[in-house]
């Protein structure tokens, strides 16, 4: 991404585009950067709710003002979206947080996402 924060306009087609890439495209999808403070849980770069039955989704990224300074990697507004999409892909699990599986389904998550956008810039780059 940009070295700004995107606007509200460019992180909604952000995240539309990467609805198609993910085959979320019936899904209604809300994200806004959002203060630490607004989070459910502390600590969190993304955070989403989100109903099945609906199809709709809230996501919160954390506006880059509240971004923790000094930690080891620099704030990818772009992975933390796509983080937050790939918990729709994988909606229908069902796990509970604290427990180790959790943590394993996170972690998958956060690699998976990673790859992706490794991939996208090196397209992006040679392109």
């Not at 460019?10 to 495209?25: A, F, M, P």
């Not at 099945?52 to 507004?77: N, S, V």
């Not at 998958?108 to 790859?115: G, K, N, S, Y």
């Amino acid at each position: 991404m940009q070295n700004r924060p995107p606007t509200a306009l460019e992180l909604t087609q952000l995240c539309e585009s990467w609805q198609k890439v993910l085959g979320l495209d019936a899904w209604r999808v809300k994200v806004k950067l959002c203060r630490a403070r607004d989070f459910n849980v502390e600590g969190r770069q993304g955070e989403i709710i989100f109903d099945r039955k609906r199809l709709e989704a809230d996501i919160k990224i954390i506006d880059p003002q509240d971004y923790p300074p000094g930690e080891l990697f620099p704030q990818d507004i772009e992975q933390t979206l796509v983080h937050e999409l790939l918990h729709l892909v994988w909606a229908v699990t069902q796990v509970d947080a604290g427990t180790e599986e959790y943590v394993q389904w996170e972690a998958a998550i956060h690699l998976t996402a990673r790859a992706m956008m490794t991939l996208r810039r090196e397209i992006r780059d040679d392109g």
